[in-house]
């Protein structure tokens, strides 16, 4: 059965930093485009990164570029959302997709959880 799992997620000061995991179970990771999306209460699905099948190209939106970076592992079937400089508008429930390209916000059906992100002093 094809499953996502994220976690590492949790409460950080403005400035931190905190890196999302993501592991992957039940389905050809390797042949994957993933990306993770965030969802803050009352707000639609928001987009943060997306990476290529062998982890080579990245893309993130402007909101986060230059302060999120996107990662996977795929002998471990995991990837990696590593945010530094984190800011109270990055508060949210943070979840990964199983995409079908780089920019997918909806994914094709596979989703994790989530994990929670607050940032706050």
């Known amino acids: 059965q094809a499953r996502l799992v994220e976690s590492g997620g949790g409460m950080v000061q403005p400035g931190g930093s905190l890196t999302l995991s993501c592991a992957a179970s039940g389905f050809d990771f390797s042949n994957s485009y993933m990306t993770w999306v965030r969802q803050a209460p009352g707000k639609g699905p928001e987009w943060v990164a997306g990476i290529n099948l062998g982890g080579l190209i990245t893309s993130h939106p402007d909101s986060v570029r230059d302060r999120f970076t996107v990662s996977r592992d795929n002998d471990k079937k995991i990837m990696y959302l590593q945010m530094n400089s984190l800011k109270p508008e990055d508060t949210a429930l943070y979840y990964c997709?199983?995409?079908?390209?780089?920019?997918?916000?909806?994914?094709?059906?596979?989703r994790g959880q989530g994990t929670q992100v607050i940032v706050s002093s």
């Open positions: 997709l199983r995409a079908r390209n780089l920019n997918d916000y909806e994914g094709t059906g596979l």
